[in-house]
């Protein structure tokens, strides 16, 4: 819940909702619970929810969010095609005019095909640069307003 609480308290007027898998394979005692207690001492729980949900599933109806944000987290889906539909997710979940930023390592080219093919604007990146000794870069994009 890390990047929760810090989106939480970067936009203090709003609500955030952190997606998660949970899975202890990728980040060792991650639960929900370990969230909530976060978000209790950072005191933003009154503003903050989270649910279990692959990426490539998301349970939020068309145009909900005025911003999603992924942070090392999509290169752990295995096959491409699955972190295909994970960033048309992020995108369908949008609402007009919103942005998507994604932080991640390898495979950001085959994210901004599928933005770019989502109609996207406004693909920017940052240099690659070396986070944890991994090659890292942020994107972020708009979504074309109606």
Same mark, same amino acid.
């Given at each position: 819940?890390?990047?929760?609480?810090?989106?939480? #308290?970067?936009?203090?007027?709003?609500?955030?909702?952190? /997606?998660?898998?949970?899975?202890?394979?990728?980040?060792?005692?991650?639960?929900?619970?370990?969230? !909530?207690?976060?978000? #209790?001492?950072?005191?933003?729980?009154? +503003?903050?929810? *989270?649910?279990?949900?692959?990426?490539?599933?998301?349970?939020?109806?068309?145009?909900? *969010?005025?911003? $999603? $944000?992924?942070?090392?987290?999509?290169?752990?889906?295995?096959?491409?095609?699955? #972190?295909?539909?994970?960033?048309?997710? &992020?995108? +369908? $979940?949008?609402?007009?005019?919103?942005?998507?930023? /994604? =932080?991640? /390592?390898?495979?950001?080219?085959? !994210?901004?095909? $599928? &933005? +770019?093919?989502?109609?996207?604007?406004?693909?920017? !990146?940052?240099?690659?640069?070396?986070?944890?000794?991994?090659?890292?870069?942020? =994107?972020?994009?708009?979504?074309?307003?109606?």
């Amino acid at each position: 819940g890390m990047l929760t609480v810090l989106a939480a #308290r970067k936009a203090p007027f709003g609500n955030v909702t952190g /997606i998660d898998t949970w899975s202890q394979e990728h980040l060792s005692e991650n639960s929900m619970e370990a969230a !909530y207690e976060n978000v #209790r001492l950072e005191r933003v729980g009154d +503003r903050v929810g *989270f649910e279990e949900s692959e990426a490539s599933e998301l349970r939020f109806p068309t145009g909900s *969010f005025d911003k $999603v $944000v992924s942070s090392m987290a999509l290169h752990t889906i295995r096959k491409r095609k699955d #972190r295909d539909k994970a960033v048309e997710e &992020m995108i +369908r $979940v949008l609402k007009p005019g919103g942005h998507l930023a /994604i =932080m991640d /390592i390898l495979h950001t080219r085959e !994210y901004e095909k $599928v &933005m +770019r093919a989502k109609g996207m604007k406004r693909i920017r !990146y940052s240099p690659m640069k070396l986070l944890y000794c991994m090659p890292t870069r942020f =994107m972020i994009a708009e979504k074309a307003p109606k």
